[in-house]
């Protein structure tokens, strides 16, 4: 990705997906404030998902990194995107856990971070998610036992859990 786009602070949408672009994602996405949309899926990107992702991205609805090589977890800076309707990080190599500073997007309605290799329990937090209306997490974790804190007041429609 040229470091010249760094310079396009008005970006709205920026959809570089199936490019067969590579290295990692650099920290100057952060900078876009007006950033609503940014589709990096199907490349063969590397590295982590820089926590500067978080740092101006009031206005982001959608986050799709899908498809790639990141490493390392979920930032949670990431839960300073209160405007996120759609995060895609499905077909990565991200473990840890997944951060239970996502239950802070409440106007979530697609989480999809299934074919990772994440560990630990899902956090309880992603309940307060009350627009989420899909949620892929297989091949993620052995939920079983965890599955009764997804009950909530809110309806899932959709819910993917690994069968072993």
Not at 34 to 44: A, K, P
Not at 46 to 56: A, F, L
Not at 77 to 103: D, H, Q, R
Request: glycine share 10%; aromatic share 4%.
């Amino acid at each position: 990705m040229p470091s010249s786009l760094s310079n396009c602070t008005g970006l709205q949408v920026l959809s570089l997906a199936g490019n067969q672009l590579n290295r990692s994602i650099p920290g100057f996405v952060g900078g876009f404030m007006d950033l609503s949309g940014l589709h990096l899926s199907f490349n063969l990107l590397s590295g982590s998902i820089p926590v500067e992702i978080g740092d101006n991205c009031g206005k982001m609805e959608h986050l799709e990194l899908s498809g790639n090589y990141l490493t390392g977890g979920i930032p949670r800076e990431i839960a300073k995107c209160s405007g996120l309707k759609t995060l895609l990080l499905y077909s990565n190599l991200l473990e840890e856990v997944l951060p239970s500073e996502l239950g802070q997007l409440s106007q979530l309605q697609v989480m999809d971070v299934s074919r990772n290799n994440f560990g630990g329990p899902i956090p309880p937090q992603i309940s307060n998610c009350t627009s989420l209306s899909i949620l892929v997490l297989a091949n993620s974790w052995n939920p079983l036992p965890n599955v009764s804190i997804l009950g909530g007041s809110y309806s899932m429609e959709k819910l993917a859990l690994p069968v072993d």
